[in-house]
């Protein structure tokens, strides 16, 4: 149908070997992207690139580390030397350390910044030019902990609110260049980041007891926000804050 492929297009997905992002890949390019992930494993990019050529796809991959400062600027020039454009940025990595607010290291608060806000600030605006070319789109990958409390530690809980308050500035800031911005808001979803959370049968327990739909998330699920975010379909929609949490944030008493 049209304007529900990605035929022709080139996405970037950052934490692109793993869960969310991983997923993302996948599904992008079955929908007829060129698709490219970063991440820190080599070995894991190898094995996705050959895993995805074996099914007809469209997948490589860089290895890059989002947690180094200006890895920004070299990202985006491989870009240009592997495809000379890009249509779709997937700001998906992430990392967290839960902690209490007092426990916290100066070095452990610079890292889940750069990882989780500042690399994604900077890697948006050096795609900008790309994308401003492209008419491209961003999508951001947030958490309902940028809208509610939920025990993932307070510095989590600001970046992913500082990331959801930079997509709507950047959505009406570069709605002139026809570059649109939204983000994703997941609640707890079944990753490799979460596994040592979800090992805690009562934390568990409570995960689901407030979660209307009465289960966690998979992959997938985030995935297909993100896809239906960045199709042609979604041509007018922009600055949005997409909840993928089962019902969590608007759960009452």
């Known amino acids: ?18 869960g969310i992002g991983e997923a993302c890949a996948q ?3 079955e929908a007829g992207a060129e698709v490219m992930v970063l991440a820190r494993g ?3 990019i190898e094995s996705m690139s050959a895993e995805a050529a074996e099914n007809g796809l469209s997948i490589v991959g860089k290895a890059f580390d989002m947690a180094e400062p200006q890895v ?7 870009v240009q030397q592997t495809w000379g454009k890009l249509d779709i940025l997937i700001n998906n990595a992430g990392m967290n350390i839960r902690k209490a607010t007092m426990a916290y290291a100066d070095d452990e608060y610079d890292l889940i910044m750069q ?5 994604v600030f900077e890697l948006s605006r050096a795609a900008y030019p790309l994308l401003k070319a492209s008419k491209g789109c961003i999508v951001n990958m947030s958490s309902v902990s940028a809208l509610t409390h939920i025990s993932s530690g307070s510095i989590y809980g600001m970046t992913k609110a500082a990331l959801t308050q930079l997509t709507r500035n950047l959505a009406v800031e570069w709605a002139m260049d026809g570059i649109r911005v939204n983000c994703i808001a997941p609640w707890y979803i079944e990753t490799p980041l979460i596994e040592t959370v979800l090992a805690d049968a009562e934390k568990l327990k409570g995960i689901i007891a407030r979660t209307p739909m009465q289960r966690l998330g998979q992959p997938e699920e985030v995935a297909a926000a993100a896809l239906f975010l960045s199709l042609p379909a979604a041509s007018y929609i922009t600055g949005q804050c997409l909840g993928v949490d089962g019902g969590f944030i608007i759960n009452g008493y």
């Open 1 to 18: 149908m049209k304007n529900w492929d990605l035929k022709g297009k080139k996405a970037l997905i950052t934490g692109g070997t793993k």
């Open 27 to 29: 599904l992008m390019a």
């Open 42 to 44: 080599e070995e894991d």
């Open 72 to 78: 920004a600027g070299r990202i985006i020039e491989h």
């Open 115 to 119: 990882v989780n806000l500042r690399s």
